[in-house]
């Protein structure tokens, strides 16, 4: 009896299903977190059922960290969220497997020509575009402005940025008695090293003809790990503690004037204007350049239909009205990072120099679509070779010619696996 | 033989270090949750916060329903842990009373059972409960969590049971107690600090399980403190923590009233699980 009664009150706390004939409702899991972003996305949402009652969206707010398997269990069930919000380099599996929408037929010609081709790239698999670009971050240099004032270095722009060599000799310049030019962040080495590698050519991963893509650490892969070993090990110019730390880690650091620099993403600028003391004064820089100049790599944050969703055009119109030009934009100053949408890039709101928004804003044009997230058995490489690879390389514990050799011999043993 | 006072002295300093390092994460989120951010980010952080604020419980009640999602976690919870009560005293009983084959076989199972990790089950687990139309509900949680710490729950009350010596089963049937009326008045008073300590367990599984909670519940109103935790934390494992810490600090609160409040038939259960008779 105490069984059933209290499954009985269990079950009436929750919550029913769709009614009949009813308006058609829409699950939206939106993975946005921090407290401005959360109210943006919200009030649009809170806009779109006033303007629309015959499509009912309901916000359901998930989290970055368990994102993959939620998705995964969810769509194996046929139980996944409608509207889906999510980052380019974990569409590949979903979208090879079925359980994406393809949007190139429902989406409209309006945002499809608001966003840059370059951006597109991101979320196309094969014949199909599986998800919308629609916020991005570079990695920037977040600069102590008294520190490199007072050391008298040239100020880098976007429009004459540093190259990784003036970079180097720069932070050799600022270094001594127990302070650092620049701390390096590097617990995911391999995104980091990828996505800044570009600037310099790195290409890494080649696709041959027949397809099948091999790893080649060449001449421009070498630039950015060289750069980040030579600093940790030769120059004393970065610390190697802060190596295996997260952005976050470095902070503290920053502030008390022990790094002079530390590269992070660029809506890090949210945490340092909270947490930076009184009287701290910061600046965003762009990252060093290289051959391709101030190329980067990114993962866009997407919004994707699931395949199950019965409602595919009306969650197509959900999307459309959330990335408007004006809606982009609240987005984007909610989660501090970049739209990707050419009119809402051009907002003056993001233009202004307060929080380094136009230094971020001049740096959109070079973002590119991260190497490697359509690479078949790319998350394999990444944890089994490249992380601890790199991690040793960075080090100082291994040479870059072993770093060459594991990252190729070892690597395309295991790409080899998934591409026979 | 009497212990010397330097080696008591060091039996306490020892235990003194232990406590100090169990009680750590707690003291250290107790402080955090009271710092503002400026101080957060400090390179030399300290126990007591320079400006203690509120202002993290305002943020974290502000922006999540963290007092639904309690009562969400607690209807779980205290479900599981009663229900798994229910189910796995009478079949201990069973099993440490009588060492037939299928109570061999059942105890092996139990412990094999253990050897599932979540991934692996949670997959059939959602279909199942789709086809039983218990997805996106507490009740199907509860049937999880149950499902979920009963093995163990199983496990702790078979050795709570065979601690009770059969003699006085037998004493009692000798005076002439029915079966019913042994179980009741003589079996089930031993066996309550086991069962409290069995039902703190299954409550404290339940209260802290986060996974399930987030594949199996899909409506904002049904999700569970664990996951409403989580909404605190952003990508590259970057966090709101000032706020963070404060919802966390009051989620681990229920465990440690229902702890206080059984802790003397806890540790007298614990005791007699552990000597055996």
């Known amino acids: 009896m105490a069984v059933a009664a209290l499954l009985l009150l269990l079950a ?74 999510d980052a380019s380099d974990d569409l590949a599996d979903f979208a090879y497997g079925g359980d994406l929408a ?86 995911e080495p391999v995104s980091v090293t990828l996505n800044l590698g570009l600037s310099a050519g790195g290409t890494l991963f080649q696709r041959g003809s027949d397809g099948k893509v091999s790893v080649r650490f060449r001449a421009g892969d070498a630039v950015v790990p060289r750069t980040v070993h030579d600093q940790v090990a030769r120059d004393r110019s970065a610390p190697a503690s802060t190596l295996g730390s997260g952005g976050s880690d470095t902070l503290p650091g920053f502030f008390a004037g022990r790094y002079a620099m530390v590269p992070l993403g660029f809506s890090y600028r949210q945490q340092i204007e909270q947490q930076a003391p009184k009287g701290f004064q910061w600046e965003v820089l762009p990252a060093p350049a290289g051959a391709d100049g101030l190329t980067q790599g990114v993962s866009p944050q997407t919004l994707s239909i699931a395949e199950d969703c019965p409602h595919k055009k009306e969650a197509a119109r959900f999307i459309d009205f959330l990335l408007r030009p004006q809606n982009m934009v609240r987005l984007a100053l909610g989660d501090w990072m970049l739209p990707t949408g050419t009119e809402a890039l051009a907002d003056p709101a993001l233009h202004t120099t307060d929080r380094g928004w136009a230094t971020g804003t001049a740096l959109a044009a070079r973002l590119r679509p991260a190497p490697a997230q359509s690479v078949r058995g790319y998350p394999e490489w990444k944890d089994k070779i490249a992380t601890p690879a790199l991690q040793e390389y960075y080090s100082g514990a291994i040479g870059l010619a072993d770093l060459r050799k594991r990252l190729e011999k070892d690597g395309n043993l295991v790409l080899a696996r998934y591409q026979r | 033989m009497r212990t010397r006072p330097a080696a008591r002295a060091g039996q306490y300093a020892a235990l003194l270090a232990y ?67 229910l189910i796995a005293t009478p079949m201990a009983y069973v099993m440490a009373r009588h060492r037939t084959w299928p109570a061999r076989a059942a105890s092996g199972w139990v412990v094999v059972s253990q050897a599932f990790p979540f991934v692996l089950v949670i997959i059939p687990l959602f279909l199942v409960l789709k086809r039983l139309r218990l997805i996106d509900s507490l009740a199907g949680l509860t049937l999880v969590y149950v499902v979920w710490s009963l093995p163990f729950a199983l496990w702790m009350l078979v050795g709570y049971v065979r601690a009770v010596p059969v003699e006085l089963e037998e004493a009692a049937a000798v005076d002439g107690a029915g079966r019913l009326r042994t179980l009741v008045s003589v079996t089930a008073p031993l066996l309550a600090p086991g069962i409290a300590a069995t039902a703190l367990f299954a409550f404290v599984t339940a209260w802290n399980e986060f996974f399930f909670a987030l594949v199996l519940l899909k409506s904002p109103g049904n999700q569970t403190l664990p996951v409403v935790l989580t909404h605190f934390i952003g990508a590259e494992g970057v966090a709101d923590l000032g706020p963070l810490a404060a919802a966390a600090f009051l989620a681990t609160l229920p465990s440690l009233v229902v702890f206080a409040l059984l802790q003397r038939r806890i540790t007298g259960g614990l005791i007699a699980g552990a000597v055996k008779s």
């Open chain 1, 12 to 85: 009436g706390c929750s919550s029913g299903g769709q009614k009949e004939g009813g308006p058609v409702t829409l699950r939206f899991q939106s993975l946005a977190w921090q407290q401005e972003s959360v109210a943006a996305n919200k009030e649009l949402v809170r806009e779109w059922n006033a303007a629309h009652p015959d499509v009912r969206v309901e916000y359901v707010q998930g989290n970055w960290d368990s994102v993959h398997d939620q998705l995964l269990t969810s769509f194996e069930g046929g139980e996944a969220p409608d509207v889906i919000h």
């Open chain 1, 102 to 187: 393809d949007l190139s037929g429902l989406l409209p010609a309006r945002l499809k020509a608001d966003i840059p081709q370059r951006s597109w790239q991101a979320t196309t698999f094969g014949k199909g575009v599986y998800g919308v670009p629609f916020l991005q971050e570079p990695r920037v240099l977040m600069a102590n402005s008294v520190w490199l004032r007072k050391a008298g270095v040239r100020i880098p722009t976007p429009e004459h940025p540093w190259s990784w060599a003036e970079f180097r000799k720069i932070t050799a310049r600022l270094s001594g008695d127990g302070r650092y030019g620049v701390a390096w962040p590097l617990k």
């Open chain 2, 19 to 85: 406590l100090i390092f169990l009680a750590f994460p707690f003291l250290w989120l107790l402080s955090t949750a009271f710092k503002p951010p400026r101080e957060l980010g400090s390179l030399h952080p300290t126990w007591i916060p320079h400006r203690p604020t509120l202002a993290n419980f305002r943020q974290a009640f502000d922006e999540q329903p963290l007092l639904h999602a309690a009562l969400n976690s607690l209807l779980a919870a205290l479900g599981a842990a009663v229900i798994a009560v």
